[in-house]
């Protein structure tokens, strides 16, 4: 088995062993698995059954994570997005009146044509194209954003109607459960102890569990319901609606971009780039992507995309895709060991989400403070992707700053015609749409 490990995913060559893949592959896993019932619970509001949705949610995102893990051999995994299922039942079921069997067929359409696009090059062509300056923004960027969402989880940082956001009660339980997870992760890290983020998380959980913060699960083994309810019922009737595309492209830009950023920003932070800046295998990332999309639609779940949360594991030494292979079957075993599962709070695991974040803001560094317009667009793309809670808007705002401040100081030739193309489309998707 060890040989074939080797042999399969080059543990060696990529700098990595055997041991620090599996514990990778775990991290990855704690840090992310919050989706299996966060997602259920969002797109219920749009009418679909629970217990189906958790079994949906699994499924999709272990048949992604095990395309990313054979077919691109990188540590990334995969799953129903965050804000994608909000806009899915808030925005197009209870907002624009669609059935969620008529979203769903939208989300299929999306990720067939993410297919169709990952093999004419293109979507591998905008990864590559995007230029250094920028992918360093976007890390820096998503590492801010993973910070924001932890401190969100943890209870730290809560809304504020005067000032949009302010501190939240810092004596309850769970925030000083965060706190005690943080900092217990930043000394394991300091003294180089392996797993530092892991272990954090496994010792807030069972604290929690001592104080009576979280329940103690009442099994550890239950069979998953039934995927009959929503398997397969997409709806095709509404395809010559407008609202159809318009939901479409909704979710297909949004996922484009997001993919886009998590893919840059977890790889570049490592070092996975090669000497010109450009992401080996994008291609069979992009399509694992786009795989998982479709597989999610049929199986009854919004759109799949690569995790900003896989940044964890690849902090923990995860450099192949081994680390997504333990993720996938993690996420496999999840649907009889659910009840166990439930029970690792967000106090245990927005420590880990905060730690993340300061590992992705270490590129920074690397940016070239003395050039402005390679400066400016990427500070542009660092104070949007948090502010505006979008990895999309991020890369966005990013993309049209650089090319406006490249032509406007004549420097038109740092520019790539892809990179002016997505600039002009951005403008366009925000004046017309």
């Not at 070239?368 to 104070?383: M, N, R, S």
């Not at 650089?402 to 038109?412: E, M, N, S, Y």
Request: a neutral charge.
């Amino acid at each position: 088995m060890r040989d074939w490990l080797e042999n399969r995913f080059q543990i060696k060559a990529a700098g990595s062993d055997i041991k620090t893949e599996v514990l990778a592959g775990v991290t990855t896993f704690m840090t992310m698995a919050y989706i299996i019932f966060v997602n259920p619970n969002i797109l219920s509001n749009a009418g679909m059954p629970l217990g189906p949705l958790m079994v949906a949610t699994c499924l999709a995102s272990s048949l992604a994570t095990f395309c990313m893990a054979f077919l691109a051999n990188y540590p990334i995994a995969l799953a129903p997005g965050m804000g994608l299922n909000a806009f899915f039942a808030f925005g197009v079921v209870l907002g624009m009146g669609l059935s969620w069997q008529v979203a769903l067929a939208a989300i299929f359409v999306e990720g067939v044509l993410f297919i169709i696009l990952t093999m004419t090059k293109l979507r591998e062509s905008v990864v590559n194209d995007i230029p250094k300056s920028l992918k360093i923004g976007i890390s820096t960027g998503i590492g801010f954003f993973i910070v924001f969402i932890g401190l969100q989880n943890a209870g730290i940082i809560v809304r504020n109607d005067a000032v949009l956001v302010g501190l939240g009660n810092l004596k309850s339980p769970p925030v000083l459960l965060a706190f005690l997870g943080f900092f217990l992760m930043v000394a394991l890290e300091a003294r180089k102890i392996r797993g530092s983020i892991l272990w954090g998380i496994l010792t807030v959980s069972a604290v929690a569990m001592a104080l009576g913060v979280v329940k103690t699960p009442e099994a550890i083994v239950s069979l998953p319901p039934s995927l009959g309810p929503i398997f397969m019922k997409m709806d095709f009737s509404g395809l010559m609606s407008p609202n159809f595309w318009i939901v479409m492209f909704s979710f297909f830009f949004v996922d484009f971009f997001d993919t886009v950023g998590t893919l840059v920003g977890v790889t570049s932070r490592v070092g996975m780039l090669d000497a010109q800046g450009r992401l080996p295998r994008a291609r069979e990332a992009l399509l694992s992507d786009a795989i998982g999309t479709v597989a999610g639609a049929m199986l009854g779940t919004s759109t799949v995309t690569s995790y900003v949360e896989s940044a964890s594991g690849v902090e923990q030494g995860g450099r192949t895709g081994l680390t997504a292979l333990v993720t996938a079957v993690l996420f496999m075993g999840a649907l009889f060991f659910s009840p166990l599962v439930a029970v690792v709070p967000s106090c245990a695991t927005a420590p880990a989400l905060v730690m993340v974040g300061i590992f992705m803001m270490m590129g920074l560094k690397e940016l070239d403070f003395g050039d402005w317009t390679d400066l400016v667009p990427a500070c542009v793309a660092i104070f949007v992707m948090p502010l505006s809670y979008s990895i999309a808007h991020g890369i966005e705002f990013g993309i049209v700053s650089f090319v406006v401040l490249k032509i406007i100081t004549g420097r038109h030739r740092d520019v790539s015609p892809l990179m002016v193309g997505l600039a002009l489309l951005f403008v366009a998707k925000e004046a017309f749409f």
